[in-house]
């Protein structure tokens, strides 16, 4: 233990730590469960106190180039000169950021033993879905952890610890069915005479999708009444990922991230109930060979999706008529970290004293002390008994 990447207790050393959620991810204000064991051998180990840290925050940084001119000094007629101008910007929101007190051994020792100490917390109802991005000048990721760890007095020793990170995804408020769109479209040739009557109509399988699944679409059109072809249908995934610095200015990003097509129809034809049409549209980020990235709202990071279907139609007049097609807004949650599916690899006889779990509410004294990274601790838990985690263990 002590190494948040290692997927269960360190048999190599005799004192260990880890900590584990009892899921890998939650929606905003569901609570949170999870146990921290400790293992102490080869004696007591001096320290008194078990601490949680929970940590939750958004952040980005990026920098932009751009063009400016400049008078060149002493010419006349008066020349002018350009020059590349860097600018940077960041910003930082906290959500979590508290150093919990879980349990405080009275003989300032902690003795040698196995333990278990049971926690859990209330999500914020308001919470951003997790997330990460970076590209060659730009950087923005939302991230939540908790933490074990026993501070060591002494400095010849190491501090103890173990982080892991659990994923937030934002509330789906609404149904996760079909989502859907219809139009009719009266197309022109040049001088706007009329061509006939489109009907169209688009449908998406779901609203919400996981990374890496495929987006069904199907597509009915009834083009028996116009004298109009429409050779293909495309579909296609946009993001929009936005951030904000301290000063207030905004970068946006849009990316067509997917993309797919079929065939179409011919004029005087239709494509109805058991003939419509069928895309699958893969939710993978092309450019970047991966699944996409989960949407997100925060204050300063913020990603977002639309679905698109367009159809291509032959001989019209841009001025007097436009192609049918819908744009749907989707979500994307986050994909479970992988490494929470490795099994926990327990020392041999684990047979830990459990001790009352501990409700943690998150008070501002708990929060970190940025020139030490300590912890303020009320005046009424300086004795272990004020705690809502009285210091007396029971066995399960």
């Given at each position: 233990m002590g190494n948040q990447n290692a997927n269960g207790f360190d048999h190599s050393k005799q004192n260990g730590l880890y900590i584990r959620t009892d899921k890998p991810f939650?929606?905003?204000?569901?609570?949170?469960?999870?146990?921290?064991?400790?293992?102490?051998?080869?004696?007591?180990?001096?320290?008194?106190?078990?601490?949680?840290?929970?940590?939750?925050?958004?952040?980005?940084?990026?920098?932009?180039?751009?063009?400016?001119?400049?008078?060149i000094p002493g010419t006349n007629p008066p020349q002018r000169q350009s020059k590349q101008v860097t600018e940077h910007y960041d910003n930082d929101n906290e959500f979590y950021k508290h150093k919990i007190p879980v349990y405080i051994f009275q003989q300032g020792m902690i003795p040698q033993g196995q333990y278990t100490f049971p926690f859990n917390f209330k999500l914020k109802d308001s919470l951003p879905g997790s997330f990460e991005y970076s590209e060659k000048d730009l950087e923005c990721k939302i991230k939540y952890s908790v933490k074990a760890e026993i501070d060591s007095p002494n400095k010849t020793l190491d501090k103890i610890k173990y982080k892991q990170e659990f994923l937030v995804r934002e509330p789906i408020k609404e149904q996760v069915n079909q989502n859907e769109g219809s139009q009719v479209l009266q197309p022109t040739a040049c001088c706007c005479i009329p061509l006939g009557t489109i009907s169209f109509k688009f449908q998406f399988d779901k609203s919400a999708y996981q990374p890496g699944e495929v987006a069904k679409l199907q597509v009915e059109i009834d083009n028996t009444q116009s004298k109009v072809g429409i050779p293909i249908i495309k579909g296609s995934v946009t993001s929009k990922l936005r951030v904000i610095s301290k000063q207030g200015h905004a970068r946006v990003l849009y990316r067509v991230c997917a993309s797919s097509s079929i065939q179409g129809i011919e004029s005087g034809q239709s494509a109805l109930n058991e003939h419509k049409k069928d895309m699958n549209l893969p939710l993978v980020d092309a450019g970047r060979h991966k699944p996409l990235d989960p949407t997100t709202n925060g204050k300063i990071v913020q990603n977002n999706y639309q679905l698109s279907a367009t159809g291509e139609m032959d001989g019209i007049c841009l001025c007097c008529s436009q192609d049918p097609g819908i744009e749907l807004p989707i979500r994307i949650v986050a994909k479970p970290i992988a490494s929470y599916e490795q099994p926990v690899v327990a020392p041999s006889g684990w047979n830990p004293q459990v001790m009352n779990p501990l409700s943690v509410q998150f008070d501002d004294s708990y929060k970190y002390q940025p020139a030490t990274g300590g912890v303020l601790v009320p005046a009424q838990n300086q004795n272990p008994q004020g705690y809502q985690n009285p210091n007396q263990p029971y066995y399960g």
């Open positions: 939650y929606f905003a204000g569901e609570e949170v469960q999870g146990n921290i064991y400790l293992n102490v051998g080869g004696g007591a180990f001096p320290s008194s106190t078990i601490y949680l840290k929970v940590k939750g925050a958004e952040k980005a940084k990026w920098s932009e180039t751009r063009t400016v001119y400049e008078d």
